[in-house]
């Protein structure tokens, strides 16, 4: 078993703090700063890692309860 806990992580680069890997890319980086590299290849990791996460499990959807309350009026105003 595997065991991924969540992280909660922030990383900027202090020459460039409003670089912003997840919209820029690789092309946003400015004169090939290795910080600004560095953050894109972790965001890039971070992706796949997700994606790879997702198709051995897919995320499970939580059915909503249905409340007693909201079944009351379903047939008010349908013509039967």
Do not use: N, Y
């Amino acid at each position: 078993m595997l065991k991924i806990g969540a992280v909660r992580w922030r990383g900027k680069c202090s020459r460039h703090p409003m670089f912003d890997p997840f919209d820029g890319g690789r092309g946003a980086v400015k004169g090939g700063c290795p910080r600004c590299l560095s953050l894109v290849e972790i965001c890039e990791l971070h992706q796949k890692t997700m994606a790879l996460m997702r198709t051995f499990a897919p995320p499970v959807e939580k059915k909503k309860k249905v409340s007693p309350l909201s079944l009351l009026q379903i047939g008010l105003f349908e013509e039967e």
